[in-house]
C-alpha cells in the first residue's frame, strides 16, 4: 500500500509564528486531505488538495503531486491551533493516514 | 497490541441487499469513530462513540444507516437496505481519552485499514 510519512513528528511554536508541516507519499494518488484532530478526537477536514493550492484563512496548502509531497502551512498560529493534524492519501479507495504532526501553539 | 480491526475487509453486496461491517478498536479506548470515503470525494465523519453511547451522530447520511457499540468495545454499521451510492471505503479509528473528554497528552488516533464497500 501508500506510505504516508508526516514530519516533523512534534512541534512547539509561540504564538503568532508560522509554521509548515509536510506530508510525502509513496505513489501516484488522486486524494489528498488535510485534517486537524479536535479535543474530542474527531477529524476537521481542512483540505481536499489532490493538487494544487487552496487557501483558507491562515491555512493554506500546497500539493505537488508529481514530486508526491504536500505542504499545510499555518500563519501566526493561535492557541486554538493546538492539535494533531493528519495527511491522508489515496488512489482510488486505497487510503492511508501518515502518523500526524503534533502541534502546540504556546501564548 | 493489536490494531484497529476491521471487517470485512472488501465487501460486494447487490443493492437493497444488508451489510454489517464491524469495527474493533484497540483495547481500552473509549472513543471510537466511523469515517468514509465514496468514490472519488473526500473523508467525511459519521459518527463518534464515547464508549456504548452516541457522542456526535451528525454526520450519519440518512436512516439507512445504524450504528451501534455495544458493551462499549466493537462497533457494527450496519447498512439497510444498501445503495450504489453507498459504495467506498469505510474507516474506523479509535483513541483513549481522560476523564474530562480530552485526549490524553502523547495520545493519538488510530485508524482501521478500512472496509471496502462495492454496491453492484
Known amino acids: 500500500g501508500i506510505q504516508v510519512e508526516q514530519s516533523p513528528p512534534d512541534l512547539i511554536l509561540q504564538e503568532g509564528a508560522n509554521s509548515t508541516l509536510r506530508c510525502n507519499f509513496s505513489d501516484s494518488v488522486n486524494n489528498l486531505q488535510w485534517f486537524h484532530q479536535n479535543p474530542w478526537g474527531q477529524l476537521i477536514n481542512l483540505f481536499y488538495?489532490?493538487?494544487g493550492t487552496k487557501q483558507n484563512g491562515r491555512l493554506s496548502a500546497t500539493t505537488v503531486a508529481t514530486e508526491r509531497y504536500s505542504l499545510l502551512y499555518i500563519s501566526s498560529s493561535q492557541t486554538t491551533d493546538s492539535g494533531v493534524y493528519f495527511c491522508?492519501?489515496?488512489?482510488?479507495?486505497?487510503?492511508?493516514f501518515g502518523a500526524g504532526t503534533r502541534l502546540t501553539v504556546k501564548p | 497490541e493489536a490494531g484497529v480491526t476491521q471487517f470485512p475487509s472488501h465487501s460486494v453486496i447487490e443493492k437493497g441487499q444488508t451489510v454489517t461491517l464491524r469495527c474493533d478498536p484497540i483495547?481500552?479506548?473509549?472513543?471510537l469513530y466511523w469515517y468514509r470515503r465514496v468514490m472519488g470525494k473526500e473523508i467525511k465523519f459519521l459518527l463518534h462513540?464515547?464508549?456504548?453511547?452516541?457522542?456526535?451522530e451528525s454526520g450519519m447520511p440518512n436512516n439507512r444507516f445504524l450504528a451501534e457499540r455495544t458493551g462499549g468495545t466493537y462497533s457494527t454499521l450496519k447498512v439497510q437496505p444498501a445503495e450504489l451510492e453507498d459504495s467506498g471505503v469505510y474507516f474506523c479509528?479509535?483513541?483513549?481519552?481522560?476523564?474530562?473528554?480530552?485526549?490524553?497528552?502523547?495520545?493519538?488516533?488510530?485508524f482501521g485499514e478500512g472496509s471496502w464497500l462495492t454496491v453492484v
Open positions: 462513540f464515547v464508549k456504548e453511547s452516541k457522542q456526535d
Open positions: 491522508a492519501v489515496g488512489k482510488d479507495n486505497d487510503m492511508r
Open positions: 483495547s481500552g479506548h473509549d472513543n
Open positions: 488538495i489532490p493538487s
Open positions: 479509528a479509535s483513541s483513549q481519552d481522560d476523564v474530562w473528554g480530552r485526549l490524553l497528552s502523547g495520545n493519538t488516533i488510530y
